[in-house]
């Protein structure tokens, strides 16, 4: 069974340049988080989709960053503009519902210059 | 905040049984405790959850003190693959996960 898949795995950009990063969990999973985790730091979650539903998203800097589940399965999460303290691994992960185990991608390491 | 204390840091020889304490003191009848790993530049991988009783699984067993107010995670055989970061989080059932900054493990030869 294919795990969560993430793209990209890298990626630089100049500050207040757009980003995305796509997601697409477990298959049969309602459930998907996005984390960010600052180097020497546990992950922090930025939101949470049940299905298409963002669910819970108190913690996502609304004013530059936005996420779409748009069908309920893959993600997209996005930062316009970035900023340098933006540079982070973002994670992705599911769970077959809200409170299971949760399953992680590999990440998208970013980097803002 | 994370619901739970970890040691910065553990050494463990090649070999030898790794043993990961965490304390949750305040954890309550509902919440179940878990366990996850980050080896360097990859996501966090799932290891074992337990509510009250002990668990076992093909990478770790979970030891549930009876008053639920710590547990330990053992991995039996350590290997230099089992070098990470080492998470405890309680949790209750659908609520979201809060990881502290967890443990480094480090397996040494």
């Known amino acids: 069974e294919a795990g969560v898949v993430q793209s990209p795995r890298y990626k630089i950009i100049e500050k207040k340049q757009p980003v995305a990063f796509w997601c697409n969990p477990i298959?049969?999973?309602?459930?998907l988080y996005w984390y960010l985790q600052n180097l020497g730091q546990g992950p922090e979650l930025l939101i949470r989709?049940?299905?298409?539903?963002?669910?819970?998203d108190s913690q996502l800097p609304k004013d530059r960053f936005s996420a779409e589940r748009l069908k309920g399965v893959d993600s997209t999460l996005k930062i316009q503009p970035a900023e340098l303290g933006d540079s982070a691994v973002y994670l992705c992960?599911?769970?077959?519902?809200?409170?299971?185990?949760?399953?992680f991608g590999p990440g998208t390491r970013l980097l803002v210059l | 905040d994370a619901k739970t204390t970890q040691p910065t840091s553990m050494d463990c020889a090649e070999g030898r049984a790794a043993n990961l304490p965490c304390n949750h003191s305040?954890?309550?009848?509902?919440?179940?405790v878990y366990w996850y790993r980050q080896i360097h530049s990859q996501g966090p991988q799932y290891i074992i959850h337990?509510?009250?009783n002990n668990e076992t699984n093909e990478m770790a067993s979970l030891i549930i003190t009876e008053d639920r107010k710590s547990s330990t995670l053992i991995l039996p055989h350590a290997t230099l693959r089992d070098t990470a970061v080492y998470y405890c989080?309680?949790?209750?059932?659908?609520?979201?996960?809060?990881f502290g900054p967890g443990t480094r493990l480090s397996v040494l030869p």
């Open positions: 992960a599911s769970s077959i519902t809200g409170g299971e185990t949760q399953y």
């Open positions: 305040t954890i309550s009848g509902n919440e179940y």
């Open positions: 989080i309680v949790i209750d059932y659908g609520q979201n996960f809060v």
């Open positions: 337990g509510l009250k």
């Open positions: 298959s049969g999973h309602n459930t």
């Open positions: 989709y049940e299905n298409e539903e963002a669910v819970d």
